[in-house]
T-cell receptor, first 114, second 110 residues
Framework: SQTIHQWPATLVQPVGSPLSLECTVE??????LYWYRQAAGRGLQLLFYSVGIGQISSEVPQNLSASRPQDRQFILSSKKLLLSDSGFYLC?????????????FGNGTRLTVT | GQQVMQIPQYQHVQEGEDFTTYCNSS?????IQWYKQRPGGHPVFLIQ?????EVKKQKRLTFQFGEAKKNSSLHITATQTTDVGTYFCAGLGGSYIPTFGRGTSLIVHP
């Protein structure tokens, strides 16, 4: 069966420090991968999505970046965190094209920038 | 771009009362998905609706897709404390990435 791993679960980082969040998927090949951010009590904001290795699409301008070095690995990074980067970061995967398959989310990383 | 509006933002109910959340899109949708996020947890897929006028049931949950495929609803009959959480709809329009509504947080008072 397919599983998704996301770590760390919680993270407290000072303003200006770098960030690296990692997400890996097991049990499926060539998944679509997504990074979402959820501010406290708010909805899901799509940050990045990827349909294949090295293929990254950005949905909103920000100081974050994403990379997909391997088929089932998706990394969210920042060189210098801002206070506004605090939030709940969720990685998700789906299969196929056309958006007809559901998204499967990881457990999320709760990031607090201080 | 495509927008998916979801109301209400919050809903308080007494245990045993019914609950409904509504989702409206600015454009015609190919499909609509529903997710539930428990407090402190991550969204979990509940169901997908594809056909115009489609109705699906999961125990006490009833999902509907409008005839024009621009709106949807989730109705819970006789809520229980285990129903607490935020319910999101996600509509698929012109792109192959679903657009999420802002969610409805359900609070059930025992």
């Amino acid at each position: 069966s397919q599983t998704i791993h996301q770590w760390p679960a919680t993270l407290v980082q000072p303003v200006g420090s770098p960030l690296s969040l990692e997400c890996t998927v097991e049990g499926t090949s060539n998944p679509n991968l997504y990074w979402y951010r959820q501010a406290a009590g708010r909805g899901l904001q799509l940050l990045f999505y990827s349909v294949g290795i090295g293929q990254i699409s950005s949905e909103v301008p920000q100081n974050l970046s994403a990379s997909r070095p391997q088929d089932r690995q998706f990394i969210l990074s920042s060189k210098k965190l801002l206070l506004s980067d605090s939030g709940f970061y969720l990685c998700a995967w789906s299969v196929g094209q056309g958006g007809n398959s559901p998204l499967h989310f990881g457990n999320g990383t709760r990031l607090t920038v201080t | 771009g495509q927008q998916v509006m979801q109301i209400p933002q919050y809903q308080h109910v007494q245990e045993g009362e019914d609950f409904t959340t509504y989702c409206n899109s600015s454009t015609t949708l190919s499909n609509i998905q529903w997710y539930k996020q428990r407090p402190g947890g991550h969204p979990v897929f509940l169901i997908q609706l594809v056909k115009s006028g489609e109705v699906k049931k999961q125990k006490r949950l009833t999902f509907q897709f409008g005839e024009a495929k621009k709106n949807s609803s989730l109705h819970i009959t006789a809520t229980q404390t285990t129903d607490v959480g935020t319910y999101f709809c996600a509509g698929l329009g012109g792109s192959y990435i679903p657009t999420f509504g802002r969610g409805t947080s359900l609070i059930v008072h025992p």
